[in-house]
């Protein structure tokens, strides 16, 4: 009996790699895990799991499961649950998950913690920390009851080995019949971008409302970020002002990042916004405001006006 | 159309005080996404499509403050729960479960979470309770056929995505879904008169204890602060051979 059930986001066409953090704490959980895969025609994305140290990959293959509904996913997992009888439900923390393994939790009656970022194990009982207030607190709560359902801050684990003998895939037969039928999805509305991942980017080039329209907003926040070879990030302010689409927003209610280097132009740093990057390894910040709080969080700063820093900067990156 | 709108008394996150261990004695508000969820109950009303905006929430009589500024921007009448304990998610929506039972109404529409507890769980957990459609992270709503479906954009992490829901229905709230109106002088005197209900946990017929105890809570441990670099040579440098990043 597998001990942790991990969730794997993926996109229809490939994981997405995210969502492989949470098996780091099913690995520091102990005991054994199973991964779960839910959606239709996923052959490719289930044998791109098969060496990382699972027990199986376990398939929900179905037509009706082609899109991620919250009550049909979450019914889903709480069968995979009863039947594998893994006590911790983990995920990575995403809309994805944020959306489904609540209602999960909910069909399962057990509790669950957001956005864990480490454990502590004490006396046989474990005790997880997590960010509070937009992430200027963390508390460590613990949970009773049989099962608990935890997501995980993709920044806070690392990605785990692949390197494991591979593992058998088990199809999960699904009863299309029996699945809830009140949610239909109708469209999605993605760009692609050639730029990497904002939650998985090396550098992350980030904007606030300074940056004026989305034409600027382009061609400074974009270029830098192409000079360096990074993702583009928003602060609220400027998804607000049409400069950047929503899903650029970094901060407490967007996403997380944790870059190597993190730029933020024209971003005051609100700990809204703090919440999003305070685990990035350096922070640059480029203000023509000394007395920004981002100055305080930020490694180095520069004081001075974007329009003229900004191109210079990208100039002498991409001469070096 | 009747809509419940749960919220939440919180500490004001715009107040200094909110980023620290004190952020418990600061002003509260009602919860950001929770007001959002109250201004979008009142256009629906608005636009001739609801007929009752019923707003509920648990705490003790300190949060009648933020009750009466829900009824002060429009909300019919409301329920507080009384019950002061320190809930979880888990609780938090079995106690709005026992509610929902009691006013039956079409749609229900909340926060995607709380600013303070940052959890983003009860309206699914309601929702998967009740065995309800849910739409979260919404950025528009629009009722169809007559009311009996509605049609949700949601703002994901890859962009937007539209889902159609049979109602009732529990919607979960994001930032741009709406900017909520000020409370005005006529409004908060029309509040005086609008019916709080308090109601115990044992009034609505439920029994539930949280499963989460918080054991602690501590600041992160602070970033070293900043240095400033007068020059976009300097900070090249720095990036180059101090940190090692470019």
Known sequence: ?320 | MKILVPFKSVPDPNDATFAGEAASASKSVINPFDEIAIEEALRIRERGEATEIVGVTIGAPSVDEQIRAALAMGVDRAIRIDDARALDPYAVARILRAVVEKEAPHVVIMGKQAVDDDSNQVGQILAGLLGWPQATFVSSIEFLDNKTRARCTRETDAGLEVVELDLPAIITTDLRLNEPRYVSLPGLIRARRKPIEVLTCDQVGVNVRPLTTVLAVARPPKRPAGTRVESVEELITKLKQEAKVI
């Open chain 1, 1 to 320: 009996m597998a001990e942790s059930l991990v969730l794997i986001e993926h996109d229809r066409q490939q994981v997405k790699r995210s969502s492989l953090h949470a098996i780091t704490l099913a690995q520091q959980l102990g005991g054994e895990y199973e991964l779960l895969v839910i959606g239709h025609v996923v052959n490719k994305i289930s044998s791109s799991l098969v060496s990382l140290g699972a027990t199986s990959v376990i398939v929900a293959d179905d037509p009706a499961l082609a899109e991620p509904l919250a009550d049909r996913y979450a019914t889903v997992i709480a069968e995979a649950v009863r039947k594998s009888g893994a006590k911790n439900i983990l995920g990575t923390s995403s809309t994805f998950s944020k959306d489904i393994l609540p209602r999960a939790a909910a069909l399962l009656d057990a509790p669950m913690v957001t956005d864990v970022v480490a454990i502590e194990q004490m006396d046989g009982s474990i005790s997880y920390r997590r960010p509070i207030n937009a992430g200027s607190m963390f508390a460590k709560v613990k949970v009773e009851g049989e099962r608990r359902v935890l997501t995980v801050r993709a920044a806070a684990f690392e990605t785990p080995a692949a390197n494991a003998a591979p593992c058998p895939i088990v199809r999960f037969d699904v009863d299309a019949e029996s699945l809830p039928n009140g949610m239909r999805f109708i469209s999605r509305e993605e760009r692609k971008s050639d730029r990497p991942d904002l939650t998985e980017a090396r550098v992350v080039v980030s904007g606030g409302r300074p940056l004026k329209d989305k034409e600027t907003f382009e061609r400074l926040v974009g270029g830098l970020a192409d000079a360096l070879g990074g993702a583009i990030g928003a602060t609220r302010a400027a998804v607000d002002a049409g400069m950047a689409p929503n899903d650029y927003q970094i901060g407490q209610t967007g996403k997380v990042v944790a870059p190597e280097l993190y730029i933020a132009l024209g971003i005051s740093g609100a700990i809204q916004h703090l919440a999003g990057i305070k685990d990035s390894r350096i922070i640059v910040a480029i203000n023509k405001d000394p007395d920004a709080p981002i100055c305080q969080t930020a490694t180095y700063f520069l004081v001075g006006d974007l329009y003229q820093i900004v191109p210079q900067l990208i100039e002498s990156i991409r001469r070096a």
